[in-house]
C-alpha cells in the first residue's frame, strides 16, 4: 500500500486533486496521517459491509477506478460498483472484469520481478514512473521519548523466510544507542530475544502501538533496521534511513523507498523463491547478511 500511495502522491497536481482513495479500515487512520487526499473506508469483514462500501463508491460518480491490487476480488468490487472506466492488470483470470486490462506483465515479463513493483503501478495509473530512491519523503511530527533511537522490526507477517536472525547480536555492536524494537504481538519472542542480549538499552514496544505511533517513533529515530516488511516500507516512505534485510524475496522488486535507504541482500542460487518458508531448510539467503555488514551500512548512511 505505501509503495503505491508513493506513486499516487507523484501524480500531476491536476490528477491528485480528482482522486479519492479507498484504503482497507484498518489503514485508513495511517493513510490520512500521510497524505492529504481524501478516503473512502474499504470495509470488507461481511457482505453488509462491504455492500455499503460499494454503495459508497457508486454515489461518488466517479468515471475511472485504478486497481493497484493485482486480485480477482478487488475487480470484483470495481465491476459491482458500475465505474465505466476500470483499469488493471490482467492477473488472477480477471481480464473480463475490466474495461481497460493491461497486459498480465507489463514491466516484468514471465513474472519475472527485474523491475521494482512502483514501476507497475505507475503504468496502472498511466503515469511517468519514478525510481523509489528518488523519493523525498514526508514530515511525521516525532515522538520525542525516543529521539536518536536506533529502531529494529525484526517481524515480518509473511513468513521465517523474511525474519532476518542476527538481531540480537547486532544489538550487542550497537552498544552506543538505545534501541526501541517495533512490531506486532506475534514478534514479542523475537523481541525478547534482542532485550536479553541488552536489557538496559532496548525498549520492546511490540503490540503496543498503532500505526500512526508506529510512524512518530520512526520519524524520531536515528534509523531504522527491518525485515522485508511493511514497517520496512513505512520507515522508507517517511524517509528515515534504513536498512531493510532480504531473504527469498530481492529488493529489486521491493527496496524501501527513499535516498537514505539500502536493501541488503545475499542471495543463494535458490533465492528468489518468494516462498515464506526455505524448502531446504537451512535460510541461508538470510543468514549471509551479517550484523558487521549491517552495521557498516548504518554508518554509510547515517555516519
Known amino acids: 500500500m505505501l509503495l503505491a500511495l508513493s506513486v499516487v502522491m507523484r501524480l500531476p497536481e491536476s490528477r491528485r486533486a480528482q482522486t479519492t482513495l479507498l484504503v482497507p479500515v484498518q489503514m485508513s487512520g495511517l493513510v490520512r496521517m500521510l497524505c492529504d487526499l481524501p478516503v473512502i473506508e474499504y470495509r470488507r469483514s461481511d457482505a453488509d459491509n462491504r455492500t455499503r462500501t460499494v454503495n459508497a463508491v457508486r454515489g461518488r460518480g466517479f ?13 470484483w468490487f470495481a465491476m459491482k460498483t458500475g465505474i465505466p ?8 483470470m480477471r481480464r473480463f472484469l475490466l474495461t481497460d486490462p493491461l497486459p498480465r506483465d507489463v514491466v516484468n515479463v514471465n513474472n519475472e520481478k527485474l523491475h521494482h513493483i512502483t514501476h507497475e503501478y505507475a503504468q496502472i495509473l498511466d503515469t511517468p514512473f519514478s525510481l523509489p530512491e528518488e523519493w523525498n519523503g514526508i514530515t511525521v511530527i516525532p515522538d520525542k ?15 521465517p523466510a523474511k525474519k532476518w536472525p542476527h538481531f540480537p547480536a547486532l544489538a550487542l555492536l550497537q552498544d552506543r544507542y538505545k534501541i526501541v524494537v517495533l512490531g506486532s504481538s506475534q514478534d514479542s519472542e523475537s523481541a525478547q530475544e534482542i532485550v536479553r542480549m541488552a536489557p538496559e538499552r532496548v525498549t520492546d514496544l511490540t503490540g503496543r502501538t498503532s500505526l500512526n505511533e508506529v510512524a512518530a517513533i520512526m520519524s524520531s529515530a536515528r534509523s531504522v533496521v527491518s525485515n522485508d516488511s511493511g514497517l520496512m516500507h513505512l520507515a522508507g516512505y517517511i524517509g528515515t534511513p534504513v536498512v531493510g534485510l532480504f531473504g527469498s524475496t530481492t529488493p529489486v522488486w521491493t527496496r524501501p523507498l527513499g535516498k537514505k535507504s539500502i536493501g541488503m541482500y545475499v542471495p543463494e542460487p535458490c533465492s528468489p523463491c518468494f516462498d515464506k518458508t526455505c524448502r531446504y531448510n537451512h535460510y541461508r539467503c538470510l543468514g549471509n547478511t551479517t550484523p558487521t555488514a549491517v552495521l557498516e551500512a548504518l554508518e554509510k548512511l547515517c555516519g
Open 63 to 75: 468515471h475511472t477506478m485504478y486497481l493497484l491490487p493485482f486480485s480477482f476480488s478487488s475487480a
Open 145 to 159: 521519548n525516543h529521539i536518536g533511537s536506533i529502531v529494529y522490526c525484526p517481524g515480518a507477517s509473511y513468513g
Open 85 to 92: 472506466v476500470r483499469r488493471g492488470l490482467s492477473r488472477e
